[in-house]
């Protein structure tokens, strides 16, 4: 059993930032690919950046590249999401999602492929 604990998110003006943090218990959370995901009200969850395991391989949708940057310290069991530049768009709970199998740097980008789930962090972004 993997538990994961978001934390981080809040009350920010466009054009600020907060950094997510997702950290995960176990001893094997050096092992998991890492995601993050979001779902704003009536929207459902999407995807929002991924990270292989050792942190050598890094994927951001579209819409949050270079605003967003996803990492991690496998010697904290956490990762983290970066995020710059908010928009008002960017405005949902954020989740983060441990992917227990798969291949050597695989990064998923759907949800089917996460095991584990965090509680969720909100993120509000005011105009």
């Known amino acids: 059993q993997v538990q994961l604990v978001e934390s981080g998110g809040g009350l920010v003006q466009t054009g600020g930032s907060l950094r997510l943090s997702c950290t995960g218990s176990?001893?094997?959370?050096?092992?998991?690919?890492m995601g993050w995901f979001r779902q704003a009200p009536g929207s459902e969850r999407e995807y929002v950046a991924g990270i292989s395991w050792s942190g050598t391989n890094t994927h951001h949708t579209d819409s949050v590249k270079g605003r967003f940057t996803i990492s991690r310290d496998n010697t904290k069991n956490t990762a983290y999401l970066q995020m710059n530049s908010l928009k008002p768009e960017d405005t949902a709970v954020y989740y983060c999602g441990a992917a227990t199998t798969g291949p050597v740097n695989f990064i998923p980008t759907y949800q089917s492929a996460y095991d584990y789930w965090g509680q969720g962090t909100q993120v509000t972004v005011s105009s």
């Open positions: 176990g001893r094997n959370f050096s092992t998991y690919a």
